[in-house]
Nanobody, 115 residues
Framework: QVQLVESGGGLVQPGGSLRLSCAASGSIFSMNRMGWYRQAPGKERELVAVIFSDGTTRYTDSMKGRSTISRDNAKNTVYLQMNSLKPEDTAVYYC?????????WGQGTQVTVSS
C-alpha cells in the first residue's frame, strides 16, 4: 500500500505563487510516475502535471510555462511549483502515484485563487 500526504494549498491572489508538496510512504518502487491532478467544482478531474522516474515531465497546456513539477526520489516526494496563478486554477489538487498497474491518490488540497 501507498500513503500520500499533500501540503501547500491555500488562498492566493491572482498572479501569486504556491508550492504543493506530496510525500509518499509505504511500498514505493523506484520505477513509477508521480503527478498532480485537479478538480474544480462541477468539472471532471484533470491532469496538471506528471513526472516519471527518469525525470521526464508532462504538463497540461494551461499550466505550461506557469508551473514546474519536480521530485526528490530519496524522500519519495513530488512538488508542484505554480506561478502566475489565475482564478480558473481554483480547484482541489490531488497527488497521484502510478506504479506496477496500480494508482494511489492523496486526500486533496484546496487551492483558491481570488482577490
Amino acid at each position: 500500500q501507498v500513503q500520500l500526504v499533500e501540503s501547500g494549498g491555500g488562498l492566493v491572489q491572482p498572479g501569486g505563487s504556491l508550492r504543493l508538496s506530496c510525500a509518499a510512504s509505504g511500498s514505493i518502487f523506484s520505477m513509477n510516475r508521480m503527478g498532480w491532478y485537479r478538480q474544480a467544482p462541477g468539472k471532471e478531474r484533470e491532469l496538471v502535471a506528471v513526472i516519471f522516474s527518469d525525470g521526464t515531465t508532462r504538463y497540461t497546456d494551461s499550466m505550461k510555462g506557469r508551473s514546474t513539477i519536480s521530485r526528490d526520489n530519496a524522500k519519495n516526494t513530488v512538488y508542484l511549483q505554480m506561478n502566475s496563478l489565475k482564478p480558473e486554477d481554483t480547484a482541489v489538487y490531488y497527488c497521484n502515484v502510478a506504479q506496477r498497474g496500480d494508482q494511489y491518490w492523496g486526500q486533496g488540497t484546496q487551492v483558491t485563487v481570488s482577490s
